[in-house]
């Protein structure tokens, strides 16, 4: 089955720069890569996701970026902001048959003002 | 409002005492799944449902059951909880019946301790 890896597991910049999570999945069939972001005390939700027939996707400050044939996707925040702090899960799957989505373990990004 | 609701939202119960936890969505979604979230662990899928009365195991289902006997409503049975289910659960929907290529929306979380 599909398995995916997140890298930092935890991650500080200051408030303005950017910060970068990466994430590698091991299925070569999946096709979906969606970021959700959990603030502290709340439940997940969805920021940003990817499909599989394009490279990058922008929404405002937050992108993400696919690499298919090295099998990685990362998210990119630009002029990071202390709301911004949050853990942010990577996930990855497939649109075929029973293949749920499987989440990387999580980055916590903490923004210092 | 659309939204995912789960009860209840804080347990703390005893070792082999059973326990539900239930989950019900409005949005008239094919999809449900439930996840465990475990310091540095991330979110690990419990149990999972494509539709009715279709249900299949995620990473981590010893120790869990579940039902899907109508479309809105999937809960979770602890038959036998012991302490290393103690852990903050949440219940997800997708519109999508593959469930992976579709956003999930997720209940508030309900945190189980067992003692």
């Known amino acids: 089955g599909e398995n995916v890896e997140q890298h930092p597991s935890t991650l500080s910049v200051q408030e303005g720069d950017s910060a970068v999570i990466k994430c590698t999945y091991s299925d070569s069939a999946s096709n979906y890569f969606p970021w959700y972001k959990q603030e502290l005390g709340k439940r997940p939700q969805l920021i940003i996701d990817?499909?599989?027939?394009?490279g990058e996707k922008k929404d405002q400050r937050i992108a993400v970026t696919l690499n298919k044939t090295a099998k990685h996707f990362s998210l990119h925040i630009t002029e990071t902001q202390p709301e911004d702090s949050a853990v942010y899960f990577c996930?990855?799957?497939?649109?075929?048959?029973?293949?749920?989505?499987?989440f990387g373990k999580g980055t916590r990004l903490s923004v210092i003002a | 409002e659309a939204q995912v609701t789960q009860n209840p939202r804080y347990l703390i119960t005893v070792t082999g005492k059973k326990l539900t936890v239930t989950c019900s969505q409005n949005?008239?979604?094919?999809?449900m799944s439930w996840y465990r979230q475990d310091p540095g662990l991330g979110l690990r899928q419990i149990y999972y449902s494509m539709n009715v009365e279709v249900t299949d195991k995620g990473d981590v289902p010893e120790g869990y059951k579940v039902s899907r006997k109508e479309k809105r409503n999937f809960p979770l049975i602890l038959e036998s909880p012991s302490p290393n289910q103690t852990s903050l659960y949440f219940c997800?929907?997708?519109?999508?019946?593959?469930?992976?290529?579709?956003?999930?929306?997720f209940g508030e979380g309900s945190r189980l301790t067992v003692l």
């Open positions: 997800a929907s997708s519109l999508y019946g593959f469930g992976g290529t579709g956003e999930l929306f």
């Open positions: 949005m008239n979604h094919e999809y």
């Open positions: 990817i499909r599989s027939n394009v």
């Open positions: 996930a990855a799957s497939r649109n075929s048959g029973n293949t749920p989505l499987v």
